[in-house]
C-alpha cells in the first residue's frame, strides 16, 4: 500500500512538448507539496496546497501549473518543456504537525 | 549565503566509526528542523526531526541544535554500509506561522561506509 504515488516514474520528451505529472496520497493528509530535484541533489520546493487551496507558489515559471482536484490528489502541468526542466520531481505530503511523506519521484529527462 | 549549508563531502567513514554530518542555516528564527535520508535513486526519508537546543537520540543516530549558532548536526553511531547515502538537512524557516510545512534543504552530503 504505497502512501504517496506518482505517475509515471519516468518522462523523456521534447522540448516544447506539454506533460504532465500525478501524484496521489492515501494517509489523509491535508497538505502537498511539489518538490524539484536537481541534478546535483539540491531540493527546492516549487507549490504546496492545503486542502485542494494553493498556499505556497515559489518563483516557478508561469509554464508550470498545479491543479489539486482533491485534496489527496496533486497534479503538475508543464507547458512548453526546456531543456533545464529535466530533473526528478517529488510530491511529498504532510503529516501533522511536519513530517513530509515524499512520492517516488518522477524523472523527467527533455530532449 | 546560502539559506542552509552543509558540508558537501563527500565523507568516508570506516564500518563502526561514528560519521558526523553538519549544517548551518541563516534565518535565526528557525524552528524546525529535519534530517533525511535519501539512498541513491530513492526519495528522501526523514530520519530525525529536532525542535530545542540540546541532543535528541534515536537508536544510533543524535540529532544536535545549537539555535544561538544556529547550527544542527547529525551523528550516526556504529556506521554501517547501509547507511551509505545522502544526507539533507531540513529547516522550516520562521515566517510567522505562515511557512504552512515549508522547508528549505541543504544541498546535502554524500557519506559512504566502507567495511
Known amino acids: 500500500d504505497t502512501a504517496v504515488s506518482q505517475t509515471p516514474k519516468y518522462l523523456v520528451t521534447q522540448m516544447g512538448n506539454d506533460k504532465s505529472i500525478k501524484c496521489e496520497q492515501n494517509?489523509?493528509?491535508?497538505?502537498m507539496y511539489w518538490y524539484k530535484q536537481d541534478s546535483k541533489k539540491f531540493l527546492k520546493i516549487m507549490f504546496s496546497y492545503n486542502n485542494k487551496e494553493l498556499i505556497i507558489n515559489e518563483t516557478v515559471p508561469n509554464r508550470f501549473s498545479p491543479k489539486s482536484p482533491d485534496k489527496a490528489h496533486l497534479n503538475l502541468h508543464i507547458n512548453s518543456l526546456e531543456l533545464g526542466d529535466s530533473a526528478v520531481y517529488f510530491c511529498?505530503?504532510?503529516?501533522?504537525?511536519?513530517?513530509?511523506?515524499f512520492g517516488p519521484g518522477t524523472r523527467l529527462l527533455v530532449l | 549565503q546560502k539559506e542552509v549549508e552543509q558540508n558537501s563531502g563527500p565523507l568516508s567513514v570506516p564500518e563502526g566509526a561514528i560519521a558526523s554530518l553538519n549544517c548551518t542555516y541563516s534565518?535565526?528564527?528557525?524552528?524546525?528542523f529535519f534530517w533525511y535520508r535519501q539512498y541513491s535513486g530513492k526519495s528522501p526519508e526523514l530520519i530525525m526531526s529536532?525542535?530545542?537546543?540540546g541532543d535528541k537520540e534515536d537508536g544510533r543516530f543524535t540529532a544536535q541544535l545549537n539555535k544561538a549558532s544556529q547550527y544542527v548536526s547529525l551523528l550516526i553511531r556504529d556506521s554501517q554500509p547501509s547507511d551509505s547515502a545522502t544526507y539533507l538537512c531540513a529547516v522550516r524557516p520562521n515566517a510567522g506561522g505562515t511557512s504552512y510545512g515549508k522547508l528549505t534543504f541543504g544541498q546535502g552530503t554524500i557519506l559512504t561506509v566502507h567495511p
Open positions: 534565518d535565526r528564527g528557525s524552528q524546525s
Open positions: 494517509l489523509g493528509h491535508d497538505t
Open positions: 529536532i525542535y530545542s537546543n
Open positions: 511529498a505530503s504532510k503529516a501533522p504537525p511536519e513530517t513530509q511523506y
